[in-house]
């Protein structure tokens, strides 16, 4: 099943900083009752923005929102600190947004994810920035996952995000992720991937058609989640068509439901 990991939640947009401050409970309750009803797998939670108050902010938004869905949450940050206070709260494992290769983030990371119960997004990122090949972004791979193996975590419970570049800066860029995906989904069986999918498609214009493009050759080759608004429903419906397309919807059950429910339409 493909997992899509609601992107909404999160104080860089104006209307949930908004909400945020002003403890609308009732605008991020809506919101993330209609993330789940749209089909999101986990609602993403990120409180960063507000220097200061992210703590706060995201004890706050844990409270409010856990008890109106019955899906998991990723618990987004880059302090451990706040990242422990917000696993002790939870009531499912959740998901870790992210740990990567970068010195000081790897090793503040891998102590605080020791023994958890948690599902884990871990990128493709080192101290030398983004990967600039195929062969860099699989060796990063490889050494994520050995090394939170080494903690704990159960490689069926590593999501790798291959870090999707622009294209529009280099043609490569897309040609480059999909053999990537490709090659780690080979070389590391049971992984999972994630991805921040419309960074493809920076710096184009009509930059939707782009992302829903390149999603549909991603899933091809392997990919099997992506950061995603679960409220487009054009996305959404790239998704269960994709999954039917390739064989992962029995019966073509999900793509159904998804047309009586007004979800896929020409």
């Known amino acids: 099943?493909?997992?899509?990991?609601?992107?909404?939640?999160?104080?860089?947009?104006?209307?949930?900083?908004?909400?945020?401050e002003k403890r609308d409970l009732a605008y991020i309750q809506d919101d993330v009752r209609r993330q789940q009803a749209a089909g999101a797998t986990y609602?993403?939670?990120?409180?960063g923005a507000r220097i200061g108050h992210e703590a706060e902010d995201m004890?706050?938004?844990?409270?409010?929102i856990q008890p109106v869905i019955e899906i998991p949450l990723c618990l987004d940050s880059p302090?451990?600190?706040?990242l422990e206070m917000a696993y002790g709260m939870v009531t499912q494992p959740p998901m870790i947004n992210s740990i990567s290769l970068e010195g000081e983030r790897y090793e503040t990371m891998l102590p605080f994810l020791q023994g958890k119960d948690v599902s884990v997004?871990?990128?493709?990122?080192?101290?030398?920035?983004?990967?600039?090949?195929t062969d860099d972004v699989l060796a990063r791979a490889k050494k994520l996952a050995s090394g939170l193996e080494e903690a704990g975590i159960a490689r069926e419970?590593?999501?790798?995000?291959?870090?999707?570049?622009?294209?529009?800066?280099?043609?490569?860029?897309?040609?480059?992720?999909?053999?990537?995906?490709?090659?780690?989904?080979?070389?590391?069986?049971?992984?999972?991937?994630t991805c921040g999918l419309s960074n493809i498609s920076y710096g184009?214009?009509?930059?939707?058609?782009?992302n829903r493009a390149f999603l549909?050759?991603?899933?091809?080759?392997?990919?099997?989640?992506?950061?995603?608004?679960?409220?487009?429903?054009?996305?959404?419906?790239?998704?269960?068509?994709?999954?039917m397309l390739l064989g992962q919807d029995e019966y073509c059950v999900g793509y159904l439901d998804g047309v009586r429910a007004g979800q896929i339409v020409a």
Request: glycine share 6%; proline share 7%.
């Open 79 to 82: 302090d451990p600190a706040v």
């Open 1 to 20: 099943m493909f997992v899509t990991i609601g992107e909404r939640i999160n104080t860089s947009r104006p209307a949930v900083r908004e909400a945020v």
């Open 216 to 243: 549909t050759l991603l899933m091809g080759v392997g990919l099997d989640g992506a950061i995603l608004d679960p409220l487009d429903n054009a996305i959404m419906a790239v998704v269960k068509t994709t999954e």
């Open 121 to 133: 997004i871990a990128l493709c990122m080192d101290d030398t920035g983004l990967p600039i090949g």
């Open 157 to 193: 419970r590593i999501y790798v995000d291959p870090l999707i570049q622009p294209i529009s800066t280099d043609q490569t860029k897309g040609l480059m992720t999909l053999e990537a995906v490709r090659r780690v989904a080979q070389d590391l069986p049971g992984i999972h991937f």
């Open 59 to 64: 004890e706050w938004l844990i409270e409010v």
């Open 43 to 47: 609602v993403d939670v990120n409180a």
């Open 204 to 210: 184009l214009p009509q930059r939707k058609i782009v």
